[in-house]
């Protein structure tokens, strides 16, 4: 019941941007086709046993750092409001001059939260040491469904991941 989209390139309308800052224009190309649509990161690892109940309008995990969130996995419902709140992301990305890092002018992260917020002010981060856990989180309780490889040096986090996609391997 659940429909994968894989990018290993950026579509070419979408023109020259570091991956990252396509997350809302992708987001937004398939609400329409679905009643929810999350994105999940390339240096995400999930476990075959991970369950995940969509329920809200906005479901979003806690960043390890001062972040309010983490945009490496966020889940929207198809609502008109969201799809306003995508639109208004893009908007607000299409302004920026630099787009060729994941870190430049703030990163995606800055202007999903900057969205989400102004349009969902009360809603609450979830919280992260079960989901969208950083790979730390997993040296402290190895039960961790879903990992996330963030912040890591590309070098290291390609030895880390395959590590744990061995582990998951073995356990299921």
Same mark, same amino acid.
């Given at each position: 019941h659940?429909?994968?989209?894989?990018?290993?390139?950026?579509?070419?309308?979408?023109?020259?941007?570091?991956?990252?800052? !396509?997350?809302?224009?992708?987001?937004?190309?398939?609400l329409?086709?679905? @009643?929810? +649509?999350?994105?999940?990161?390339? %240096?995400? *690892?999930?476990?075959?046993?991970?369950?995940?109940?969509?329920?809200?309008?906005?479901?979003?995990?806690?960043?390890?750092?001062?972040?309010?969130?983490?945009?490496?996995?966020?889940?929207?419902?198809?609502?008109?409001?969201?799809?306003?709140?995508?639109?208004?992301?893009?908007e607000?990305?299409?302004?920026?001059?630099?787009?060729? !890092?994941?870190?430049?002018?703030?990163?995606?992260?800055?202007?999903?939260? @900057?969205? +989400?917020?102004?349009?969902?002010? %009360?809603? *609450?981060?979830?919280?992260?040491?079960?989901?969208?856990?950083?790979?730390?989180?997993?040296?402290?309780?190895?039960?961790?469904?879903?990992?996330?490889?963030?912040?890591?040096?590309?070098?290291?986090?390609?030895?880390?991941?395959?590590?744990?996609?061995?582990?998951?391997?073995?356990?299921?």
């Amino acid at each position: 019941h659940i429909t994968y989209y894989i990018y290993r390139e950026l579509p070419a309308e979408l023109g020259e941007m570091h991956g990252n800052w !396509s997350k809302p224009c992708l987001i937004l190309r398939h609400l329409s086709q679905h @009643e929810y +649509v999350g994105w999940i990161d390339s %240096d995400i *690892l999930i476990s075959r046993d991970y369950e995940m109940i969509f329920q809200d309008e906005v479901h979003v995990y806690n960043d390890p750092c001062a972040w309010e969130f983490n945009s490496g996995f966020m889940v929207f419902k198809n609502t008109p409001k969201n799809q306003e709140l995508l639109q208004s992301v893009i908007e607000r990305i299409n302004s920026i001059d630099r787009l060729d !890092s994941v870190y430049v002018n703030g990163g995606d992260q800055t202007y999903f939260i @900057e969205q +989400v917020k102004a349009r969902y002010p %009360d809603l *609450l981060a979830s919280s992260n040491l079960l989901t969208n856990s950083h790979v730390l989180f997993q040296l402290i309780d190895s039960t961790k469904k879903m990992i996330h490889f963030m912040g890591l040096p590309i070098h290291i986090r390609r030895i880390m991941m395959d590590v744990y996609y061995q582990k998951f391997q073995e356990q299921s």
